[in-house]
């Protein structure tokens, strides 16, 4: 059973934007504090940004001014705006919540040239 499907990863040049979307299939979606994950090459999963059931935000530092994240309850999704992308925000992104309560789904690869 599907949970959680990331998608809007591409490839892009440096200095370019990507909106990502997680789409969720879990009834307690709207009550979860979720986050956004990343994966680079060799590296851990990080969270990079995280997002309240009512909508109040935290990112990671080496985010912080450039991400940005929402959410949209009504349609179980939320969404993660990226701009100024650099070289080190390649990673595959995931969806999750903060507990990580849901099976991780595929994640979406985002891949940012110099």
């Known amino acids: 059973q599907v949970q959680l499907v990331e998608s809007g990863g591409d490839l892009v040049q440096a200095g370019g934007s990507l909106r990502l979307s997680c789409t969720a299939s879990v009834r307690s979606f709207s009550v979860k504090a979720m986050g956004w994950y990343r994966q680079a090459p060799g590296k851990q999963r990080e969270l990079v940004a995280s997002?309240?059931?009512?909508?109040?935000?935290a990112y990671a530092d080496s985010v912080k001014g450039r991400f940005t994240a929402s959410r949209d309850n009504a349609k179980n999704m939320m969404y993660l705006q990226m701009n100024s992308l650099n070289p080190e925000d390649t990673a595959v992104y995931y969806c999750?919540?903060?507990?990580?309560?849901?099976?991780w789904g595929q994640g979406t690869q985002v891949t940012v040239s110099s």
């Open positions: 999750n919540a903060l507990t990580l309560a849901f099976s």
């Open positions: 997002i309240t059931s009512g909508g109040g935000t």
